[in-house]
């Protein structure tokens, strides 16, 4: 991956102009100059302009992902925002949130700032969401206004589910006021208790203590009736069982604050995938069967599910290679989402590549309140470019990201991510 | 010798290797009946006994198997080891195998530890029970006791009795007996027993009256005293009381139910001891077949070539 400054006249000709608002798909040229968008579609070409040729690529919004774990500060050896700000472009992502599970947590305007400081030369944009909870311990409510004035975009105790329904309660009504979702790691800890796979036949011969798709669905369906009580903003993220989809299904039709978003490796794989204690595997919520990963799919189709989010969760391998109990939980999933969800639900299943862009740009940013009509003229440079016809093989030179856990290695994948700009850089991706 | 390398589990060990390592056992078992108890089939050959979790009986069941096979023997556990210091699993092992060892007998608390094992060492494996996944040797010698009784174990009703989602033990003689042709029904309470265990192609009933009235042979687990209090076993007398093989439950029945016991045995809980020291229980048996089936492992794991067992 090689990325520049982009130059001062920029032009991508002959591409596939995918509009996700718009719902239009129209060949095309896009001409940028100084890093805005100026001209859309048909018009004369200008003059000292550099030119790419982007034939058989599609141009769409760069991606969103409201669902990282870039571990700084703390884990400067698993991730850094910066290293995590280059996987992210190699899988066509310009925007994302990260998660306040670092150490120390992000739990104050102070930390807030930290993370806006140190993102600021960043070559993609970097929201922080903050804690629910003061030190994400579950307890007290964090400083929510003033952790919003300083610019987190969504609070979470992500890693660490609010147990408390209490809790879990006053921080909805809290951020009412705000206007911003809470993010609640939906885990019932007594139902889960030391589970480390999906409860199933597959647990039950490797010999693995189980985590019931339960343990999701019941505190799922908590937080769906106290957001409906209180009438904030929930965000389910990284949607597992079946019985979720299904809770999330029905309160949608009474509820439109409510919103979920589901990843790339639980629409991939299913728990028969562990049979070989695959440490890179081992992720929470746990990989489920195959009716689960079904009813994800279907949540996505039908729209029940808004948006396709990571989880890119960074590992060392000292954190993986080890016993199946000891193995940190987590997989990094930015530089292959693409990929793996073109391959999923456009090529194997019946989603157009227009409701799958829109997975993965429009609906996160909408989520967020971010500006979401990138395609128009005046508008700072926020683009993808991909081949959706390029099926490949995903391999380590592929990962950009400080960590190397991936399940997906050797797995053969579709669509494949050519160009990013982002920040007045242009990244080509190899 | 085997078709396989190591031995992790039965669940995909075939049917031909068990029965040649029962087979096999049983030469070795005449061999523990001499005076002078010693073959050199292994001779020259170094096997490392590391033992990540306590284990008494199992840790001298394979020393013995290893020295009667005239194999040099380092025993490794994990209160004695660099663990306490922090090293890793993948450490530990590197440096074990660094000092060319021919073969490790892993005991774990973590399922799947032996086939991690084999990703970074290139010695050959025998899993000595991994967590709550499997315990082989355990299951072969079990299966051999019921060959030596019945002869065959082909359509013999075999009842495991305990907390069978905890227990190794259960797990690997469900792929055995299966495997050999057994029916197998498991007795438990209902919360130690997976409801997906049925597709592993065993029976399942809670009432022990029932399944003592249908089993030739009984294998008691035994009940962890762990277990209690955390909401899965309320007591030992209800225990006792639901599962518990008592004398009278044996008497009640005409015919001689074969009773074995992994050990160490809970006397009072889950078997009563009339019924642990009756002559229908093959307990002491399983012990000395233990260590004739080990013998038997290691050697067909090991040893160079075959019948040179003199």
Redesign the interface.
């Known amino acids: 991956m090689k990325t520049k400054v982009l130059p001062k006249k920029l032009i991508f000709q002959n591409v596939g102009i995918l509009d996700p608002v718009k719902e239009t798909n129209k060949k095309g040229n896009v001409l940028l100059v100084n890093g805005k968008i100026t001209e859309i579609g048909k018009f004369e070409l200008p003059n000292d302009v550099i030119t790419i040729n982007a034939q058989g690529l599609i141009l769409t919004h760069g991606f969103c992902d409201l669902h990282v774990h870039f571990r700084e500060p703390g884990n400067e050896d698993k991730e850094t925002l910066e290293s995590g700000s280059r996987a992210a472009l190699a899988g066509g992502f310009t925007r994302v949130c990260t998660m306040p599970n670092t150490n120390p947590p992000i739990d104050s305007p102070e930390s807030i700032s930290y993370i806006i400081e140190k993102s600021k030369d960043c070559p993609i944009y970097i929201h922080p969401i903050g804690a629910v909870t003061k030190g994400q311990a579950g307890v007290e409510i964090s400083e929510m206004g003033l952790m919003k004035d300083m610019g987190a975009v969504a609070f979470s105790d992500d890693g660490l589910p609010i147990q408390n329904g209490l809790v879990m309660r006053k921080a909805l009504e809290y951020s009412t006021m705000l206007g911003v979702p809470i993010i609640n790691h939906a885990e019932d800890s007594c139902l889960r208790c030391d589970g480390l796979m999906n409860e199933?036949?597959i647990?039950?011969?490797?010999?693995?203590?189980?985590n019931p798709s339960i343990a999701e669905s019941i505190m799922v369906y908590r937080d769906l009736q106290l957001a409906e009580i209180t009438g904030a903003m929930l965000h389910v993220p990284h949607v597992s069982t079946a019985a979720s989809v299904k809770h999330i299904k029905e309160m949608k039709s009474i509820n439109n604050n409510i919103t979920a978003e589901v990843t790339p490796h639980h629409l991939f794989f299913i728990d028969k995938d562990l049979f070989?204690?695959n440490t890179d595997l081992k992720v929470a919520p746990p990989i489920r069967n195959d009716i689960s990963r079904k009813a994800l799919i279907n949540g996505i189709i039908e729209g029940t599910i808004d948006c396709i989010a990571t989880d890119h969760a960074p590992h060392t391998l000292?954190d993986k290679?080890?016993?199946?109990?000891?193995a940190a939980f987590g997989m990094i999933g930015l530089e292959s989402c693409f990929g793996i969800v073109k391959k999923v639900l456009v090529d194997d299943e019946s989603l157009s590549l227009l409701n799958l862009v829109k997975l993965l740009t429009v609906s996160p940013r909408k989520i967020m309140g971010f500006n979401y009509d990138l395609l128009k003229v005046g508008v700072e440079a926020e683009l993808v470019l991909f081949d959706p016809n390029e099926n490949w093989i995903f391999e380590k030179k592929n990962v950009f990201s400080q960590s190397i856990n991936s399940p997906f290695y050797g797995q053969e994948l579709s669509g494949k991510i050519k160009y990013t700009v982002s920040k007045g850089y242009i990244s080509q991706i190899s | 010798m085997l078709t396989h390398k190591h031995l992790l589990g039965l669940e995909n060990f075939p049917k031909e290797d068990i029965q040649k390592i029962i087979d096999t056992a049983f030469n070795f078992r005449e061999v523990l009946d001499r005076p002078i108890k010693k073959v050199p089939s292994l001779q020259g050959i170094t096997v490392v006994n590391l033992f990540f979790e306590n284990s008494t009986r199992t840790r001298i069941s394979f020393e013995l198997a290893q020295k009667r096979l005239s194999a040099d023997t380092v025993n490794f556990s994990a209160s004695t080891s660099s663990l306490k210091k922090g090293e890793s699993f993948k450490d530990t092992a590197q440096n074990i195998e660094a000092m060319k060892i021919d073969a490790v007998v892993l005991r774990h608390p973590a399922p799947g530890a032996p086939k991690h094992l084999t990703e970074f060492i290139d010695a050959k494996i025998i899993n000595a029970g991994d967590g709550t996944h499997e315990h082989p040797t355990q299951a072969i010698l079990d299966m051999m006791s019921l060959q030596e009784k019945f002869g065959e174990i082909k359509d013999l009703n075999v009842a495991i009795v305990g907390d069978i989602e905890h227990s190794r033990v259960a797990r690997s003689n469900i792929y055995g007996l299966v495997k050999m042709g057994a029916n197998v029904t498991l007795c438990g309470p209902p919360n130690l027993i997976p409801n997906t265990i049925v597709e592993l192609g065993v029976g399942v009933n809670y009432n022990i009256d029932e399944v003592v009235e249908w089993a030739d042979a009984i294998n008691v687990l035994r009940i962890q005293k762990e277990r209690m209090g955390i909401g899965l076993i309320p007591s030992e007398r209800e225990y006792r009381k639901l599962f518990g093989i008592t004398e009278e439950r044996i008497k009640r029945n005409d015919k001689e139910i074969v009773i074995m016991h992994p050990g160490p045995m809970n006397r009072g809980v889950e078997i009563d001891s009339g019924v642990a020291d009756s002559e229908q229980a093959i307990i002491l048996d399983q012990v000395l077949n233990g260590v004739a089936s080990r013998m038997s492992v290691l050697y067909l794991l090991l040893g160079t070539k075959d019948g040179d067992m003199k």
């Open positions: 199933g036949n647990s039950t011969r490797l010999g693995l203590p189980g070989n204690y000292q290679e080890t016993t199946f109990d000891l």
